[in-house]
């Protein structure tokens, strides 16, 4: 009975490995390599991005324009760039997946703008649109490229 456990386990075991194996099989997005440290990194960078995301829709919805343009300049946009090491990591990118970091970045600094502008005219749907070209890029760069 114990025998047959383990070997019920291991079965389950092998199925789920073969399974791993067969989604990225099956994954066409491109695999990057990073170094594993910056693999977290740029893990925990995304995880930020998501939570600023979050951040900058709670901001628009109370009517906070400015902090809306704060979190999205400092988190994502242009200025955040020093802080993410993102010199050091592009290095390891493909051109195209640099590319599309290079136009999140702007898009976020372009949304802080226009949400600045939101505070004065109070055209909220202008600042979501601009906002949807940020998630564009997030979306963009997942679609084509995996880092595991
Ligand atoms: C230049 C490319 C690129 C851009 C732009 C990008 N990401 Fe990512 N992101 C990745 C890659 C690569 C992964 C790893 C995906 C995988 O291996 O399945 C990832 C993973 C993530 C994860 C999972 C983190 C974890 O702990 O596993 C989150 C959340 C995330 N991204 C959020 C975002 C958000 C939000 C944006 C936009 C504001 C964004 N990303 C923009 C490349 C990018």
Redesign the pocket.
Known sequence: MRRTLKTIALLATIAGLVGCATAAADDPRQL?ALPAPMTQH??SN??D??LA?TEIQRALGAGAYQRAADVAEQR?GLSSLEAHGAAHMAAF?PQP?QD??TQ?HRAASRFALVAQETGADGNVARAVTALSS??E??VA??TA????
């Not at 490229?145 to 595991?148: K, L, N």
């Open positions: 990057v740029m893990l995304m995880r991005h998501l995301l994502i990118m997946m599309i970091g999140m940020v998630t890029q997030c760069c997942h490229y995996r880092a595991h």
